[in-house]
C-alpha cells in the first residue's frame, strides 16, 4: 500500500513538472534553449511568479 502512495505522488510530480520546462539549473544555455522552443511555439519565456531565477522549472511558456 505504501509503495502505491509513494508512485502516486511521484506521478502526481511528474505531472506537474510538465507545464514549463525540466528542472535544473537555469544557466545561460538551458534559459537559451527554452526560450527558443516557447518562441517557436508563439509565446516568451517568464518567471513564474514567486519564482526561483535560479530553477528553470519556475519559468514558462506564456502566449504573446
Given at each position: 500500500?505504501?509503495?502505491?502512495?509513494?508512485?502516486?505522488?511521484?506521478?502526481?510530480?511528474?505531472?506537474?513538472a510538465?507545464?514549463?520546462?525540466?528542472?535544473?539549473?537555469?544557466?545561460y544555455?538551458?534559459?537559451?534553449?527554452?526560450?527558443?522552443?516557447c518562441?517557436?511555439?508563439?509565446?516568451?519565456?517568464?518567471?513564474?511568479?514567486?519564482?526561483?531565477?535560479?530553477?528553470?522549472?519556475?519559468?514558462?511558456?506564456?502566449?504573446?
Amino acid at each position: 500500500m505504501r509503495g502505491l502512495v509513494i508512485a502516486l505522488v511521484a506521478l502526481g510530480l511528474s505531472a506537474c513538472a510538465e507545464a514549463g520546462p525540466q528542472g535544473g539549473v537555469a544557466n545561460y544555455d538551458s534559459l537559451r534553449a527554452a526560450a527558443k522552443t516557447c518562441e517557436d511555439q508563439g509565446g516568451r519565456l517568464v518567471l513564474r511568479d514567486q519564482g526561483d531565477p535560479q530553477n528553470i522549472s519556475d519559468y514558462g511558456c506564456k502566449r504573446k
